[in-house]
């Protein structure tokens, strides 16, 4: 074929195939523009979903700044003092602890007599006449004491961190309420083998604690959630 021949054949191809060709070229320039288009609203989507993770973490944040300042105002205004809270929570953490962790009758004697020792407890204090009395015991002729709360093989342990709330400040005495988790399990576990927690009774104990200025207990007194006066027996 010459060259004079085969323009006009070209010719005559694209005249057959213009709508075609123009269809094709159309759904090109749609195909790029809507890829730029959805590539554009997905980035911008992105950016958005951003925005707003960063604008929730930011309100979060003021939210938390603002309570914590609500709570510290609150506090101030009322003459409390963080320090002296902190060092309240631990006294009362091992109080709690000293009352509330014995496996036999003369450990639970050994924390009352603890309580008297560090805390200053007496006798005659309401906690330890009604919540925490001495332990019934049998004695035999050499001196030696059965207690009752071996012969039914009781233990008790302080479970979870106990929740502690100051209820009142004045003139540098502080008065707490702590309620605390007491898990009471019994020796019958290792005699029949049974398993702890088929053995293990969850106890709540509330309790009002006060201190002086000095970190001295002033004022002790409990009741268990069920409203009962726990006994050791």
């Given at each position: 074929?010459?060259?004079?021949?085969?323009?006009?054949?070209?010719?005559?191809?694209?005249?057959?195939?213009?709508?075609?060709?123009?269809?094709a070229?159309?759904?090109?320039?749609?195909?790029?523009?809507?890829?730029?288009?959805?590539?554009?609203?997905?980035?911008?989507?992105?950016?958005?979903e951003?925005?707003?993770?960063?604008?929730?973490?930011?309100?979060?944040g003021?939210?938390?700044?603002?309570?914590?300042?609500?709570?510290?105002?609150?506090?101030?205004?009322?003459?409390?003092?963080?320090?002296?809270?902190s060092?309240?929570?631990?006294?009362?953490?091992?109080?709690?602890?000293?009352?509330?962790t014995?496996?036999?009758?003369?450990?639970?004697?050994?924390?009352?007599?603890?309580?008297?020792?560090?805390?200053?407890?007496?006798?005659?204090?309401?906690?330890?006449?009604?919540?925490?009395?001495?332990?019934?015991?049998?004695?035999?002729?050499?001196?030696?004491?059965?207690?009752?709360?071996?012969?039914?093989?009781?233990?008790s342990?302080?479970?979870?961190?106990?929740?502690?709330?100051?209820?009142?400040?004045?003139?540098?005495?502080?008065?707490?309420?702590?309620?605390?988790?007491?898990?009471?399990?019994?020796?019958?576990?290792?005699?029949?083998?049974?398993?702890?927690?088929?053995?293990?009774?969850?106890?709540?104990?509330?309790?009002?604690?006060?201190?002086?200025?000095?970190?001295?207990?002033?004022?002790?007194?409990?009741?268990?959630?069920?409203?009962?006066?726990?006994?050791?027996?």
């Open positions: 074929m010459t060259e004079q021949t085969a323009a006009p054949t070209r010719r005559g191809f694209f005249r057959r195939n213009v709508s075609v060709l123009a269809t070229a159309v759904l090109t320039v749609v195909a790029t523009v809507a890829s730029v288009t959805w590539s554009s609203q997905h980035a911008a989507l992105a950016e958005q951003a925005q707003v993770n960063d604008a929730e973490g930011h309100l979060a003021i939210q938390k700044r603002n309570a914590e300042q609500v709570n510290a105002d609150v506090m101030a205004a009322l003459g409390v003092s963080r320090n002296r809270l060092a309240d929570s631990e006294r009362i953490r091992s109080l709690l602890s000293m009352a509330f014995w496996d036999s009758g003369q450990s639970y004697e050994a924390a009352r007599e603890g309580l008297k020792s560090r805390f200053g407890l007496i006798e005659s204090d309401m906690f330890l006449r009604s919540f925490m009395p001495s332990s019934r015991f049998n004695e035999d002729s050499q001196g030696r004491r059965y207690y009752y709360i071996d012969t039914v093989g009781l233990n342990a302080l479970g979870a961190d106990p929740d502690i709330e100051v209820v009142d400040v004045k003139a540098g005495v502080y008065t707490y309420a702590a309620l605390a988790d007491i898990e009471v399990t019994s020796d019958a576990a290792n005699q029949n083998k049974s398993s702890k927690a088929s053995v293990t009774a969850h106890r709540r104990a509330l309790l009002f604690v006060t201190f002086d200025a000095r970190g001295k207990v002033s004022n002790l007194s409990g009741i268990p959630a069920s409203g009962e006066t726990r006994h050791s027996g």
